[in-house]
């Protein structure tokens, strides 16, 4: 098995300890440094676009004519006026 370095060829437990400490350490600044290099990504929020009532119901009238102007229906009315709710 081939590792490709003679640098961990011959090595008691403790030197590899050693070996193994510095890469981690290594690799942690490393990452720290490519951390602290990256321009943070801004980006405004999009709020949603609310619709009003009016708007809602000239969008529905346009989409089925047949229910243009139910909102103001005369029978509505007139059970309103009579007292029947």
Known sequence: MDFGSA???NKNPEDM???GTR???ARARNLRLRKANQVPVTRE???P???TAAEAIRRIDA???WLAGVERC???SRRR???VV
């Open 63 to 65: 989409l089925c004519p």
């Open 7 to 9: 640098y961990l060829f």
């Open 45 to 47: 929020l999009s709020r």
């Open 49 to 51: 676009r609310q619709e």
């Open 23 to 25: 890469g981690g350490r």
């Open 74 to 76: 005369e029978r509505a």
């Open 81 to 83: 006026a009579a007292g």
């Open 17 to 19: 300890r050693r070996v």
